[in-house]
């Protein structure tokens, strides 16, 4: 084993290779995170397999903390002998050092070493002392730890492989699109008698994402239907017949607004069989709840083509704390129906004419309704399953992914968020699997998936208000 207190001689060698000391958040947030830093040295102080060892277990990250584990295993037995790095298969020759020692003798004694992010500014500060000819930038998505660093003459950085930008998150929070046709256009529309054949050629003009909605005007600039994008093709839709389980999109105040465009795109989108993964973004209050509840009471319980309906939500939890949902009494249900209070008030809501008020009690003790656990979801079947996600915005992209690679082809998944409100110590708004989804679709469009932005809230003047007027940065 290499004396981690000895210098490095590759670190000494001539060349414009940096280093990167990595915390630990950043391989919680991402296990591949030592492949992402091309040819450059990846530094690894020793305590922070100690924080991803001490994270196994967690119900959120847990699964992370294992894959970062496995993989540094699987790199140290790879190497064909000692040596004091260890080469990186990421096709640039990336070389991965296990830190020890190297504490700056001048780091500020009122910062105490026994906190590790002090230990770690301390390491920095060393690695710059012993190795000035080397840029040596500090990684992690802890703002006061960047903050400190800059104090200290280190340089700092966010983990940015997944991270978008404030713009670029900006511009998902858009009104559906209003699209003007001539006279021409609109009578070729409506040639056919059958309103299930009211469509138009595509036109490239229009820069519509595959099932991407739009409000029709005439050339009178009068609203007349809405559009939806199809391949080649502009299906019409009518926004006054649209509805789930009776209830029309909805328009919290007239005045202000004529129609609830984007609610009417989204519930078409959650009927429609041929889109298998929809993804939801909005505030509090925009109705995503709402929309993908109806849609899974239409489909499994009318139109009868799902078997069931399966309630997911991140738990977050006082993980750091200890307190995990196992600590909680009773059956895992009984644990998760008090996190999951959004979809059982609607499902109350909608199910009143069933047994009154314990109709929505049979459905979920029939199991046709299920609610699960995102940490358990690796070992269960969601075939023939309508899926809701809700607050993807505090899951982890490999969450995600664990989730989607759960699904069958008989199976519809709708992804909901508000990528405003994180609850997650390791995640922010810019990096979490709800945006990291959304932004996927958008880039690897298919014709089954469809993504949506709900603008307008609609819960209640008084909720309007307090968005619109209590500002928080």
């Not at 915390?23 to 030592?34: E, F, G, Y």
């Not at 037995?77 to 991965?96: C, D, H, Q, R, V």
């Not at 906190?115 to 703002?143: C, F």
């Not at 996927?440 to 008084?462: E, Y």
Request: glycine letters at 6%.
């Amino acid at each position: 084993m290499v004396n981690p207190k000895k210098q490095y001689s590759t670190l000494k060698e001539p060349d414009e290779r940096r280093i990167y000391i990595v915390d630990t958040n950043v391989l919680l947030h991402d296990p591949s995170a030592i492949f992402r830093f091309d040819e450059h040295f990846v530094v690894l102080p020793l305590f922070v397999i100690d924080e991803i060892d001490g994270k196994k277990k967690d119900p959120v990250i847990g699964y992370n903390a294992r894959e970062i584990s496995q993989k540094l295993e699987h790199l140290q037995l790879k190497e064909a002998e000692e040596s004091e790095t260890i080469t990186i298969p990421n096709g640039k020759n990336g070389k991965l050092i296990f830190l020890s020692g190297h504490f700056s003798e001048s780091f500020p004694r009122e910062l105490a070493l026994s906190y590790k992010d002090n230990a770690m500014l301390s390491q920095a500060m060393g690695l710059k002392e012993t190795y000035p000819n080397r840029s040596i930038i500090l990684v992690t998505k802890d703002r006061n730890l960047r903050v400190k660093s800059v104090a200290l003459g280190i340089n700092s950085e966010d983990y940015l492989h997944d991270k978008i930008s404030e713009e670029y998150l900006a511009s998902f929070f858009q009104p559906v699109q209003e699209i003007h046709l001539q006279e021409e256009e609109i009578n070729q529309l409506f040639q056919t008698k059958g309103n299930e054949n009211w469509e138009l050629q595509y036109r490239k003009k229009w820069r519509l994402k595959e099932n991407e909605g739009v409000a029709l005007y005439d050339p009178n600039k009068q609203f007349f239907g809405m559009g939806i994008r199809k391949t080649d093709r502009l299906k019409y839709f009518d926004y006054y017949t649209t509805k789930l389980l009776d209830m029309p999109p909805k328009v919290l105040d007239d005045t202000q607004y004529t129609h609830n465009f984007e609610q009417a795109v989204c519930m078409h989108q959650a009927m429609d069989d041929a889109v298998k993964i929809q993804i939801i973004i909005g505030k509090a209050g925009t109705g995503k709840t709402h929309i993908a509840m109806a849609a899974g009471l239409e489909k499994v319980f009318k139109e009868r083509k799902y078997d069931s309906i399966k309630l997911i939500k991140p738990v977050i939890t006082k993980s750091r704390l200890g307190e995990d949902i196992g600590y909680l009494p009773g059956s895992l249900k009984r644990k998760l129906i008090p996190r999951m209070r959004p979809f059982v008030e609607k499902l109350r809501q909608f199910t009143t004419d069933i047994d009154s008020e314990e109709g929505y009690k049979k459905l979920l003790d029939s199991g046709v309704i299920e609610i699960l656990n995102l940490a358990d979801i690796r070992g269960s079947d969601l075939s023939n399953s309508f899926v809701i996600f809700d607050e993807a915005q505090n899951a982890n992209p490999f969450q995600m992914r664990t989730l989607g690679t759960r699904l069958g082809e008989d199976s519809k998944l709708i992804v909901l968020g508000d990528p405003t409100q994180i609850d997650s110590v390791y995640l922010d708004k810019y990096s979490n699997a709800l945006i990291n989804l959304y932004e996927n679709a958008l880039q690897n469009p298919t014709d089954f998936t469809a993504q949506i932005c709900l603008v307008q809230m609609v819960r209640s003047h008084t909720s309007r208000w307090f968005e619109k007027t209590i500002q928080y940065k």
